[in-house]
Nanobody
Framework: QVQLVESGGGLVQPGGSLRLSCATS????????MGWYRQDPGKARELVAT???????LYADSVKGRFTISRGNARNTVNLQMNSLKPEDTAVYYC???????????WGQGTQVTVSS
C-alpha cells in the first residue's frame, strides 16, 4: 500500500519562505508524476506544481518564479521550495503521486501553510 506523508508547513510572514517535503512508502514500480496541489476551504483543489520522473515540470501561473519543485534523493520523494510567499498562498497543501501506468492516484493527508503578518 502506498502512503504519502507531507512535512514542512507552518505560519510565515508575507515575503517569507517555506519548504515542503513529501515522502512515499510502498512500492511504485512505474514512472510517475509527483506534485503539489492546494485547497482553500470552499474552493476546488488546484495544481501548484508537478514533476515527472523524466524531469518535465509544470507550474501554476500564480507561483511561477516563486516556487521550485524538485525530486528528492530518495526514491519517489518531492520537495517544494516556496519563496516570496503571499497571503493568497495560504491553503492546505497536498502531495500527489500518479503512476504513469494504471489508474491509481495517491494523496497525502495535507499540510497547512498560512501566510500572515
Amino acid at each position: 500500500q502506498v502512503q504519502l506523508v507531507e512535512s514542512g508547513g507552518g505560519l510565515v510572514q508575507p515575503g517569507g519562505s517555506l519548504r515542503l517535503s513529501c515522502a512515499t512508502s510502498g512500492s511504485i514500480l512505474s514512472g510517475n508524476v509527483m506534485g503539489w496541489y492546494r485547497q482553500d476551504p470552499g474552493k476546488a483543489r488546484e495544481l501548484v506544481a508537478t514533476i515527472a520522473t523524466g524531469g518535465r515540470i509544470l507550474y501554476a501561473d500564480s507561483v511561477k518564479g516563486r516556487f521550485t519543485i524538485s525530486r528528492g534523493n530518495a526514491r519517489n520523494t518531492v520537495n517544494l521550495q516556496m519563496n516570496s510567499l503571499k497571503p493568497e498562498d495560504t491553503a492546505v497543501y497536498y502531495c500527489n503521486l500518479r503512476p504513469l501506468v494504471g489508474s491509481n492516484n495517491y494523496w497525502g493527508q495535507g499540510t497547512q501553510v498560512t501566510v500572515s503578518s
